[in-house]
């Protein structure tokens, strides 16, 4: 348990990961800034974690996937006086399909949630961060960054690019004392599958992603965690992701660009 309180900022902290995050940094001893939509739920989550371990929560109900909302985040925090020492960007989501056949509006908000939101944050939390040579943050990507992935095309690209700015940020800001961490889930057990946009997904899904093979979402945070305060560059989540993760970038592109095909196929029909 760290001594004096400091804050940390979660996206997506109502549901999964980002709800774990919530509760573990809260046992830490941190008071949180949290940043969903779902102004309820982080009401009822605030009330939670400010009773059980004494942390101040203070929530915000944004649509990060709207341009221009992580510079609403940033003077939230600025007017409530409220210094970001460590910065969470966890919320995310993917959707299922053929690119061909997608929703425009549902592929830009993609984007702009999982990269230029993320970006955005990391710039503005990032460089005060640099200005005080202290600070901390965690970005969340998937094992889908590792490879193409077929039928999640877009969403694999978003976290790809994460995990590839992620560890260039790392090193440019090493050299100021502010660590960066990109944490990479596979499967997890959360609302994400529900999400997809594919009618029932999240319970009939087989293959990679059933949901017995699902790693809980409080074990994936821990791990996120554990690597962010150990000053990791990057971890994925699990032995066996980890394995995958590592096989696919040897394998050569068109290789690993099948093999993924027809797991993806599998995974999302
Ligand atoms: N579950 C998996 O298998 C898996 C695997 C690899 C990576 N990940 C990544 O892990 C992260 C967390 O996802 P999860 O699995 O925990 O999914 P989840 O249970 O669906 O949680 C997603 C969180 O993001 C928030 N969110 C979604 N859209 C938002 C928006 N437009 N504006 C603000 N907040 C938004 C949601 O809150 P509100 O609804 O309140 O806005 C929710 O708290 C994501 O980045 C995801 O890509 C998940």
Same mark, same amino acid.
């Given at each position: 348990?760290?001594?004096?309180?400091?804050?940390?900022?979660?996206?997506?902290?109502?549901?999964?990961i980002?709800?774990?995050?919530?509760?573990?940094? *809260?046992?830490?001893?941190?008071?949180?800034?949290?940043?969903?939509?779902?102004?309820?739920?982080?009401?009822?989550?605030?009330? +939670?974690?400010?009773?059980?371990?004494?942390?101040?929560?203070?929530?915000?109900?944004?649509?990060?996937?709207?341009?221009?909302?992580?510079?609403?985040?940033?003077?939230?925090?600025?007017?409530? +006086?409220?210094?970001?020492?460590?910065?969470?960007?966890?919320?995310?989501?993917?959707?299922?399909?053929?690119?061909?056949?997608?929703d425009?509006?549902?592929?830009r908000?993609?984007?702009?949630?999982?990269?230029?939101?993320?970006?955005?944050?990391?710039?503005?939390?990032?460089?005060?961060?640099?200005?005080?040579?202290?600070?901390?943050?965690?970005?969340?990507?998937?094992?889908?960054?590792?490879?193409?992935?077929?039928?999640?095309?877009?969403?694999?690209?978003?976290?790809?690019?994460?995990?590839?700015f992620?560890?260039? &940020?790392?090193?440019?800001?090493?050299?100021?004392?502010?660590?960066?961490?990109?944490?990479?889930?596979?499967?997890?057990?959360?609302?994400?599958?529900?999400?997809?946009?594919?009618?029932? &997904?999240?319970?009939?899904?087989?293959?990679l992603?059933?949901?017995?093979?699902?790693?809980?979402?409080?074990?994936?945070?821990?791990?996120?965690?554990d690597?962010?305060?150990?000053?990791?560059?990057?971890?994925?989540?699990?032995?066996?992701?980890?394995?995958?993760?590592?096989?696919?970038? &040897?394998?050569?592109?068109?290789?690993?660009?099948?093999?993924?095909?027809k797991?993806?196929? +599998? *995974?999302?029909?």
């Amino acid at each position: 348990m760290k001594s004096g309180r400091e804050t940390v900022l979660i996206t997506g902290a109502t549901s999964g990961i980002g709800r774990d995050f919530a509760d573990l940094f *809260a046992k830490r001893g941190y008071d949180l800034f949290l940043a969903s939509r779902n102004r309820e739920k982080m009401d009822d989550i605030a009330g +939670q974690l400010q009773a059980r371990q004494g942390a101040k929560v203070t929530t915000m109900a944004v649509d990060l996937a709207q341009p221009g909302s992580a510079a609403k985040v940033y003077e939230e925090t600025l007017a409530g +006086q409220i210094e970001i020492s460590i910065l969470v960007n966890n919320a995310g989501f993917g959707s299922a399909g053929e690119v061909a056949d997608m929703d425009i509006c549902n592929i830009r908000e993609m984007i702009q949630l999982n990269v230029t939101t993320l970006t955005e944050m990391c710039r503005l939390f990032g460089g005060n961060m640099k200005k005080r040579r202290t600070g901390r943050i965690l970005n969340v990507a998937s094992t889908a960054a590792y490879q193409p992935t077929p039928f999640i095309a877009v969403y694999g690209a978003t976290k790809s690019y994460v995990l590839s700015f992620s560890e260039a &940020l790392a090193k440019e800001m090493e050299d100021y004392g502010v660590v960066v961490t990109c944490l990479s889930p596979g499967p997890t057990d959360t609302n994400f599958f529900e999400g997809v946009g594919v009618e029932g &997904l999240a319970e009939k899904a087989h293959g990679l992603w059933a949901k017995s093979r699902r790693m809980p979402s409080r074990k994936a945070a821990e791990i996120g965690l554990d690597a962010l305060f150990a000053g990791k560059l990057s971890v994925v989540a699990g032995g066996l992701n980890t394995l995958t993760a590592f096989a696919n970038r &040897l394998a050569p592109r068109k290789t690993s660009a099948s093999l993924s095909k027809k797991v993806m196929k +599998q *995974a999302t029909t």
